[in-house]
């Protein structure tokens, strides 16, 4: 992996040339990094968690062990995302089966 000596975000290979992502700043290829690693494709909508207001929802549902503070459902679609760091405890975002509201807890 190589790293913008300008602004520190990592680099991709195009065209035998290191270009950041972040900020466009280009470098030459370290050819030492270059055999080992590869850049890869970008992340597609198929890895996203979808959490956005209106979205369709996909989660596994809860085991009716929450609550709905908007309408007093008892039961919800869940999904978990690590937000913090990987020493901290993952964040569960949930949407009531019932009203559709949307909230996160954190443990």
């Known amino acids: 992996m190589q790293f913008c000596d300008e602004c520190g975000s990592m680099m991709v290979n195009r065209d035998g040339e290191m270009v950041c992502r972040n900020c466009g700043a280009t470098a030459d290829r370290d050819e030492d990094l270059a ?3 590869v850049s ?15 979205a369709d929802f996909e989660g596994k549902p809860t085991a009716n062990d929450v609550t709905c503070d908007k309408c007093g459902h008892g039961a919800a679609w869940y999904t978990i995302k690590q937000t913090a760091s990987a020493d901290e405890p993952p964040t569960r975002f949930f949407k ?7 909230w996160r807890e954190y443990n």
């Open 35 to 37: 055999a080992k690693f």
């Open 96 to 102: 009531c089966k019932e009203c559709g509201y949307r």
């Open 40 to 54: 890869t494709e970008e992340q597609t909508d198929d890895d996203v968690i979808e959490t956005e207001e209106g």
